[in-house]
């Protein structure tokens, strides 16, 4: 069924009196075949668990106890126990070397204490039926036994697809958007058809993917839809904070259980981090893009090419998280994984036929035309796409391909990246037909050989629509010169601050010093180079500049900052009120620690000091993305990890803090702005 162990451990601890409901998490549905499924749930108390299942809410005929039924606990749990307990019963706990670098204000990943997990596998199911159950505590009813808990067994892989997917992206935020997203494809698919299964491509718990954080910002929001759908999960960078693809360990790899062992189709992975299952007639692959080796050469990939080689099936869709094509509020052609994603694992894909590659990452839906050997690095259109028409059935027409899996006959690439998180968009991708910069969700309904995606935004409008039609024999030849989208300015949330010789050896017009007796501001000529940077040098007191060319709400800001003398930190301000409320990220080369402070009422507060291994003799890249009441730091795109601020950061104005002694110089000052 899974990585995890099947020894099952009574952890032999007294009930803990509570007026909460016994169930805190779930029941939810994990691991679907054609003749098993897993129900998994949480309590704070010890319980004996039951579940009671039957093909009618009235009949429960069934039941799983005892043995079939995995207990996991959390540590504390574990500790009072009178029985031995393996590991791999154990939910994480936050590793010592780990928890020593956390800040106080920083949120403990680890499974809340007193937690019960329990994993219940119901096997000899009948191919392709409904069931309803129920969780129980001994004969006392927890939830379910009606009409809203049931699940349902996988059709036959000979027989002909007929599903609904609803596919979501970077929705783990908890706040407004994600659940107006939410709502709007409830409410969507309420007068067609509720969805058949959940794909999730990452970022579904903010910031660090900790246990508390998959509950309110993933389990609280979707259990409606959790208790009788199977959500089918790809690992996303913020889960990458706390759960590890190498080891599979983390809050993460606690929350899902996934086919490891060819039991859901394809080929054994022997991993939760990739793995592959049959839905009917398409075949499903699920990836690790974050944290594990990418390059042909990688296991990742050689597993991928042996699952490819045997996969007999109609449709073929592949999800993971770092989409291969974008420039919403991430850049396909700049960043690593993005770009292996691209180079490595779409040509093993297309020579296999894959029709669908969804993916999130980038805060955006982008959907492209019909494309085959896109792989350079920047992506161009020009001999890449073979059908440069819309797709859409009620405007040019249905992109066609043969039917089955034929090598190289045309692939659709979906950034589905707008499920609850800020949404931007850095510039325009030429191979995308569909850009949308809006919260939404993609509904895909795959009836025989007609797959149809429609996007949904957060109003519940119809954002997107195309086909695909699989049917005889269709061959394509790629376009010298296909149509592209349009570089439309007014869509672009990226604001770059640049300079040229007409600012030299002065302070730039929209910069302003809090105090121009602690030093100077002006602007240079980078050396060998025809491109200007600025020079702060903080003399005599903390000298803070802030820009006055927006002042809003923000997704993002970057900054490439180069210290030219280390005697005191430097770094980026954000959320400027005044002088004496504000928050800021400084960089200390001496100790070589990123420091992020609060400013409140004219009191500095640390909210989190972190270790950093950069090389500071080159300028480093430094991104802050607010996020509700967090700040997702990124440095040189190798480190990540997210601040906790006490209350939700205010919008303000941007800036540079340099502290007395400091000397820096800076470019590439990059504000993403917050869409209405």
Not at 141 to 164: C, I, M, N, S, V
Not at 232 to 237: D, H, K, L, S, V
Not at 496 to 502: A, G, K, L, P, Q
Not at 624 to 636: A, M, R
Request: one cysteine or more; hydrophobic letters at 35%.
């Amino acid at each position: 069924m899974s990585a995890r162990s099947h020894l099952v451990c009574a952890d032999g601890t007294a009930s803990a009196k509570s007026d909460q409901p016994k169930i805190y998490r779930g029941p939810y549905l994990q691991c679907a075949t054609t003749e098993s499924i897993a129900i998994v749930w949480r309590t704070s108390t010890d319980i004996d668990p039951v579940v009671r299942y039957g093909v009618s809410p009235d009949n429960l005929e069934f039941e799983l106890q005892g043995d079939q039924i995995i207990r996991r606990m959390s540590v504390d749990v574990a500790a009072v126990s009178d029985a031995p307990i393996a590991r791999a019963n154990l939910l994480y706990d936050e590793p010592l070397g780990l928890g020593a670098d956390r800040s106080p204000n920083d949120r403990d990943p680890s499974t809340r204490p007193g937690t019960r997990q329990y994993e219940a596998f119901a096997t000899g199911l009948a191919i392709g039926t409904r069931y309803y159950y129920g969780v129980y505590d001994g004969d006392e009813l927890l939830a379910g036994a009606d009409a809203e808990h049931h699940f349902q067994t996988l059709p036959k892989t000979d027989e002909a697809t007929d599903l609904r997917l609803w596919v979501v992206g970077d929705s783990g935020t908890g706040g407004s958007d994600q659940k107006l997203v939410f709502q709007a494809m409830r409410e969507f698919s309420a007068s067609s058809r509720i969805p058949d299964y959940f794909l999730h491509v990452g970022d579904m718990a903010y910031g660090d993917g900790a246990d508390e954080e998959f509950q309110s910002n993933f389990f609280d929001i979707y259990q409606s839809t959790l208790r009788n759908t199977v959500c089918w999960p790809a690992m996303g960078n913020h889960e990458g904070h706390t759960s590890r693809g190498i080891s599979q360990f983390g809050p993460y790899y606690d929350a899902y259980i996934v086919p490891t062992a060819s039991e859901a189709g394809g080929v054994s992975s022997g991993t939760e981090a990739y793995y592959s299952f049959d839905i009917g007639r398409t075949h499903f692959i699920c990836l690790d893009s974050h944290d594990l080796d990418r390059s042909p050469n990688g296991a990742m990939a050689q597993w991928l090419m042996s699952d490819l080689e045997v996969v007999q099936a109609d449709w073929l869709i592949a999800f993971w998280h770092h989409p291969p094509y974008t420039k919403g509020s991430h850049d396909s052609d700049r960043e690593q994984q993005l770009v292996e994603m691209r180079t490595f694992i779409m040509p093993l894909l297309e020579a296999a036929g894959v029709d669908l590659v969804l993916a999130g990452h980038s805060h955006i839906y982008e959907r492209s035309m019909l494309i085959d050997g896109a792989y350079d690095t920047p992506t161009v259109a020009e001999g890449v796409v073979v059908d440069d028409g819309d797709g859409n059935p009620s405007g040019d027409g249905p992109y066609r391909k043969s039917a089955g899996l034929q090598p190289h006959n045309g692939t659709v690439a979906i950034v589905a990246g707008h499920g609850g998180g800020g949404v931007s968009r850095k510039g325009t991708m030429p191979i995308m037909r569909e850009i949308v910069v809006e919260n939404g969700s993609l509904i895909i309904d795959l009836h025989e050989d007609t797959l149809t995606g429609t996007m949904i935004d957060r109003s519940g409008n119809k954002r997107d629509q195309f086909q695909i039609i699989k049917r005889g024999v269709v061959e394509h030849s790629p376009i010298s010169n296909p149509w592209q989208p349009k570089h439309d300015l007014s869509q672009i949330t990226e604001h770059v601050v640049t300079w040229d010789s007409s600012f030299e050896g002065r302070l730039p017009p929209k910069w302003q010093l809090l105090d121009d007796r602690a030093g100077r501001m002006s602007i240079e000529r980078r050396a060998g180079t025809p491109y200007y940077q600025a020079v702060v040098t903080a003399a005599e007191g903390n000298l803070i500049a802030i820009y006055d060319g927006i002042d809003g709400p923000i997704n993002e800001c970057q900054v490439y900052l180069e210290f030219v003398r280390s005697e005191a930190p430097a770094g980026l301000v954000l959320g400027w009120q005044d002088a004496n409320n504000y928050c800021s990220l400084h960089i200390d080369q001496t100790t070589e620690r990123a420091l992020f402070y609060v400013v409140r009422g004219g009191e500095r507060k640390a909210l989190s000091d972190r270790k950093i291994d950069v090389d500071f003799s080159e300028p480093l890249k430094i991104e802050l993305e607010p996020v509700n009441q967090i700040v997702e730091v990124q440095i040189n795109d190798e480190i990540e990890y997210t601040v906790n601020l006490d209350q939700p950061l205010k919008a303000g104005r941007l800036g540079i803090e340099a502290e007395r002694g400091a000397k820096i110089r800076f470019a590439g000052f990059t504000i993403e702005k917050a869409r209405p």
